[in-house]
């Protein structure tokens, strides 16, 4: 069975602050791909990034990178310099390549920015 | 805009009721995959087409069916709608079969779905 958890239900911080998500996840397969999603306020989903369990290198976009740890099974997430429009709720997920295409979501972290 | 249309954006029906949810892809994409988002059970993923044929199974429940039409638009039905149906309904689609995870899946903007 796969599961995300993301500990942290709410997170408020002001304006060019530095926050990171934490990410765990549980999984029986040796292959698989884990995800970042954003859900702002008007409700759509938008991928954030994929990375597979082969690759442990992190990964830098701009204000946003990762650091995947197979070691600890942690796939954070950090936000450098937090503007008001990063408040959203951000989910991370998980897609084995048993029964590949079923995607195991985390409860998701609200992030609230405050000017 | 993803690319990904899905309609309605709302629906208010009644217990008991059957409602069908239209999905239409990105233009290429081979995948659609339906996914569940309610205050109590989060984000669920429910079912996924690959080219017409179905090819990943999530936490669907008997009542719902979902199919891949020839021109690759999706539908989702709910039938013998219960209160606790009621939630945000996303399509995805992706080019290839997401094996893997190897594909990207954009998502459309949901359908709210309101059961009284």
């Known amino acids: 069975a796969q599961k995300v958890t993301q500990a942290q239900t709410e997170i408020s911080v002001v304006e060019k602050e530095d926050v990171t998500l934490d990410c765990v996840y549980e999984?029986?397969?040796?292959?698989?791909?884990l995800f970042w999603y954003k859900q702002p306020p008007s409700g759509e989903l938008v991928f954030l990034i994929r990375r597979n369990s082969f690759d442990e290198q992190n990964e830098i976009s701009g204000r946003y990178s990762w650091n995947f740890q197979k070691s600890t099974s942690s796939f954070n997430f950090t936000i450098t310099a937090s503007q008001v429009v990063d408040s959203a709720v951000y989910f991370c997920a998980l897609m084995g390549n048993t029964n590949a295409g079923k995607s195991t979501f985390g409860d998701g972290t609200t992030l609230t920015v405050k000017p | 805009d993803s690319g990904v249309t899905q309609t309605p954006k709302h629906l208010i029906t009644a217990t008991g009721q059957r409602v069908t949810l239209r999905c239409s892809p990105r233009s290429g994409d081979l995948s659609v995959y339906w996914y569940q988002q309610s205050l109590d059970q989060g984000l669920q993923f429910l079912i996924q087409y690959y080219n017409g044929e179905e090819r990943a199974k999530g936490n669907i429940l008997e009542r719902f069916s979902a199919q891949q039409f020839p021109d690759l638009h999706s539908e989702l039905n709910l039938s013998s709608l219960e209160l606790g149906d009621s939630a945000l309904y996303f399509c995805?689609?992706?080019?290839?079969?997401?094996?893997?995870?190897?594909?990207?899946?954009?998502f459309g903007p949901g359908t709210r779905l309101t059961v009284l």
């Open positions: 995805a689609s992706s080019e290839r079969q997401g094996i893997i995870g190897t594909d990207t899946q954009y």
């Open positions: 999984t029986r397969d040796t292959t698989y791909y």
